[in-house]
């Protein structure tokens, strides 16, 4: 846990309870003195450090000694246009793309995604949260979706789309937005729109399943 966050965070002093203070008093076993570091969500560049003053076997009571100014970002930009798949999934890699620096996912409403399938950004927002204060992270993934490969590629002419029958993407190749297909990939009419794109694929023979491919090509950027 790289920090927590808290509504009143800046302030003085801070009162923790609950779930929070059963994970870090008996899961994290901090005790008094120890610092911990605090973020509102509102000012989420800002670090607050505050000490552990005492607990009274419900509460912790904490003091701030300190603010600072601490970002933690991604060196690189990566948008990716998510053709959509089963939400599930998209829940389990989510935590993931945002470890590896991911700053924007636009879901793709593509000839082969399910129909049933409905995308819940307040639910995908929760799990970002939380994954933030796992890894340190200081901003969410930008999310946004949009109806059709087409719309998505005339908006973003420098994409390269991932699928079969390009070019091996190299290691080196400059790139800020990616098109991951969905299960089953794309049809005929949505092959064609890519044309005027960079198609790539993996240096591999197998077949990768959309998650794979996400996590891999966030990867490259490292």
């Given at each position: ?23 870090l008093i008996k899961v994290r076993r901090h ?18 450090h505050y000490r552990l003053e005492k607990t ?113 993407l190299g290691k080196n190749e400059e790139f ?47």
């Open positions: 846990m790289k920090f927590i966050f808290h509504t009143q965070a800046g302030l003085g002093e801070l009162v923790v309870s609950g779930e929070e203070y059963k994970y005790v008094l003195g120890d610092l911990i570091v605090f973020r509102h969500r509102d000012t989420l560049n800002v670090a607050h009274d076997g419900r509460n912790g009571y904490f003091v701030r000694e300190g603010s600072v100014n601490s970002p933690c970002e991604a060196p690189q930009k990566l948008h990716i246009g998510w053709c959509i798949v089963d939400p599930k999934t998209i829940e389990k890699t989510l935590p993931m793309l945002m470890e590896l620096g991911v700053s924007r996912i636009t879901f793709i409403h593509c000839k082969r995604s399910q129909r049933n399938f409905r995308l819940d950004f307040e639910r995908f927002n929760r799990i970002m949260e939380s994954a933030m204060t796992q890894c340190g992270r200081t901003s969410f993934i930008e999310l946004s979706e949009t109806p059709a490969l087409s719309t998505f590629l005339n908006a973003n002419p420098g994409a390269i789309v991932l699928d079969f029958g390009g070019e091996v800020e937005t990616v098109v991951i297909g969905c299960e089953g990939g794309f049809d005929d009419n949505e092959r064609k729109s890519c044309n005027s794109h960079r198609i790539r694929h993996f240096n591999l023979p197998m077949v990768l399943r959309s998650e794979t491919a996400a996590v891999a090509i966030a990867s490259m950027r490292l």
